[in-house]
């Protein structure tokens, strides 16, 4: 899901992580962690934009990345 994919933003709550997945991609394990919801499921909603991938709602991050 993440193949060619440069940067991520996942937001949990009102905390956003920003992550670089083309300088400092952490392991599949720590990707795995941020990107799954407390059931194991993905985090709703996850987008690609381009070349960044959305995970969860943010309305500040949104507006920064469609605005």
Known sequence: MLEGMTKMFVAKGKKVTEV???KDRPDDAAL???MLG???NLRAPTIKVGKT???GFHPE???AVFG
């Open 20 to 22: 670089d997945l083309k």
């Open 53 to 55: 991938v959305l995970v």
């Open 38 to 40: 407390p059931t194991g």
């Open 32 to 34: 795995a962690k941020l």
């Open 61 to 63: 991050t949104y507006e």
